[in-house]
């Protein structure tokens, strides 16, 4: 019994991280940090 609630739980905590990584309002946020590793290497070449 307690196992079921632990599961349902934790699916509904990742069903929810999904939600809130792939919502439209972090799209910005997220495509700024996937350009920081380029952004370091032109930095670091000049």
Do not use: T
């Given at each position: 019994?307690?196992?079921?609630?632990v599961t349902a739980?934790?699916?509904?905590?990742?069903?929810?991280?999904?939600i809130?990584?792939?919502?439209?309002?972090r799209?910005?946020e997220?495509?700024?940090?996937?350009?920081?590793?380029?952004?370091?290497?032109q930095?670091?070449?000049?």
């Open positions: 019994m307690i196992s079921g609630i739980v934790l699916l509904a905590c990742f069903v929810g991280g999904w809130w990584a792939w919502s439209p309002k799209k910005h997220f495509d700024e940090a996937a350009q920081l590793p380029l952004n370091e290497d930095e670091s070449s000049r």
